[in-house]
């Protein structure tokens, strides 16, 4: 079985692949352009590249994706510009999840009913209402603003909503776990990090580190270890860099 991985052009998202290949793990991306990708993972034979705009693929071909896929991962994001902020598809990533979300079902439940794995990168300043996370009044009213303000955020709580509204009972076709780092820095190596089920310290004003290499080693661990699917699986993560 293959993991599918969305936004693999991505910072992140090409951390994963390089960590999901190193594994031995067959990975299936789908992306715009390949440029930007090293010669060490397109030239890989585990990996299979389909170039495309996720969101212009017809339900076919999306179906065509996922079939023989145990793991699904998202690490698409908007890219941090005036374009990317404002412009469309604001609903970037919400939209791929609830596709791709439907896709599975509709192969799955023709095939089996094994759970598929769905990963998705989000954010830390996404508040996970169900497990009745409370934040400051401040915190709340900035959050706020940045929902209005911002359409990117709005994306990122909308496409955990979906996940979470959709696939919180038994015996569904897909189990989840959005994965939730503070701010993102870059590193070169896998450093120690911890996990929480919630924030231990404000996104706003207290904010942590997590870099995104070690976001990356997260996700890979919940593609290839039971035992940490099990233990995250139907939460939301948050990722920090271990304080040393």
Excluded at 187 to 213: C, H, L, M, N, W
Aim: contains cysteine; charged residues 20%; hydrophobic residues 45%.
């Amino acid at each position: 079985m293959a993991t599918l991985v969305v936004g693999a052009s991505g910072a992140t998202g090409r951390l994963l692949v390089e960590q999901l290949l190193a594994e031995g793990k067959k990975v299936k991306i789908i992306v715009r352009s390949i440029d930007v990708l090293p010669n060490s993972i397109i030239q890989n034979d585990l990996l299979t590249v389909t170039q495309a705009n996720l969101l212009e693929m017809t339900h076919a071909e999306l179906k065509d994706q996922v079939q023989g896929c145990n793991t699904i991962v998202s690490c698409l994001g908007h890219n941090l510009n005036f374009k990317g902020m404002f412009g469309q598809p604001r609903r970037l990533v919400s939209d791929a999840v609830q596709r791709l979300c439907c896709a599975v079902e509709a192969v799955e439940s023709a095939v089996t009913n094994t759970p598929v794995k769905f990963i998705l990168m989000n954010t830390t300043g996404n508040q996970n209402s169900l497990a009745r996370e409370k934040v400051s009044i401040a915190q709340a009213l900035v959050v706020s603003l940045i929902r209005l303000l911002l359409p990117p955020h709005a994306d990122n709580e909308e496409a955990a909503k979906y996940l979470q509204s959709r696939y919180l009972g038994t015996q569904n076709l897909i189990e989840w776990v959005a994965v939730r780092p503070d701010s993102l820095i870059n590193d070169k190596t896998v450093t120690e990090y911890q996990a929480y089920p919630s924030p231990i310290r404000s996104a706003i004003f207290d904010a942590g580190k997590t870099s995104r290499i070690n976001v990356a080693h997260f996700m890979s661990q919940l593609v290839l270890n039971d035992g940490t699917w099990h233990k995250w699986k139907n939460q939301m993560p948050v990722i920090y860099n271990k304080v040393i």
